[in-house]
């Protein structure tokens, strides 16, 4: 049988019809639904987790990947919006913050705050780095994944599996050196921010300056790591989530 879009674009590991609130979490460059497999374990059934598979990338290798991270916005927000019969809240990990922030803004110009956005491991979208990852070569982007550590090592030493990895990961990173932030009014929805102390790529200035998007609330948490200080931090910033949106539930 063949998947409906809306299947093809959001992954419901763990159903939960009686769930206060939805939470759609959005992969970093080269990252997959799946990576949010324990988030959605954790949460459940509190929260229903929604995550997102972006074309190009496993069950989904045959697609065009999108090179644009308002192109991924505009293709997601419908799909999104169908899920509005319940509060909302967004989580995006690095690239997927970028796109986390700009469908918020896309829910809100439809008449849809969202409970939260959480940003994990990337710079607010006024603070703009140039950035030209996506141009190096095939050994030039797989040292780059090795220095930052979202990988694991096994897939990273299986060269035939990285070479078929390496289409999407690239329009990722397209996606993401190129987004450039196009200024507007704050969100009216509260911002949640999650960084690692030594990321090579975000500041804590830089973390710290996504209170200027957002006229509501604002918190910061800086963790022990570096870019993929999540994969040792998971379940603390998974539950930092969870009580935040059940706050914004009961509210």
């Not at 200080?229 to 969870?242: K, P």
């Amino acid at each position: 049988m063949t998947a409906s879009p809306a299947d093809l674009w959001i992954r419901t590991y763990h159903p939960a019809a009686a769930a206060g609130a939805k939470l759609v979490c959005l992969p970093h460059a080269g990252g997959s639904a799946s990576y949010f497999f324990p988030v959605s374990a954790r949460l459940s059934p509190a929260v229903e987790v929604l995550a997102v598979q972006y074309p190009g990338r496993q069950d989904r290798r045959g697609e065009r990947c999108l090179e644009s991270i308002a192109e991924l916005a505009d293709a997601l927000t419908p799909y999104l919006l169908a899920h509005a019969d319940r509060p909302l809240a967004l989580f995006g990990h690095s690239m997927g913050a970028s796109l986390a922030f700009e469908l918020t803004r896309r829910l809100e110009d439809r008449a849809v705050t969202p409970l939260a956005l959480f940003v994990s491991g990337r710079r607010a979208p006024s603070r703009h780095h140039v950035e030209t990852t996506h141009q190096l070569d095939d050994e030039g982007l797989l040292r780059e994944l090795r220095a930052l550590g979202g990988t694991h090592s096994s897939l990273l030493g299986d060269d035939e599996l990285m070479r078929m990895a390496l289409p999407a990961i690239r329009g990722d990173y397209t996606a993401a050196e190129t987004y450039r932030w196009v200024p507007g009014p704050p969100l009216r929805t509260p911002i949640h921010v999650h960084t690692g102390r030594s990321d090579p790529r975000v500041t804590l200035e830089e973390a710290a300056a996504w209170c200027e998007h957002t006229t509501a609330g604002f918190s910061l948490t800086p963790y022990s790591g570096g870019h993929f200080y999540l994969n040792d931090h998971a379940a603390e910033v998974t539950d930092a989530i969870g009580r935040v949106i059940t706050a914004g539930v009961a509210a």
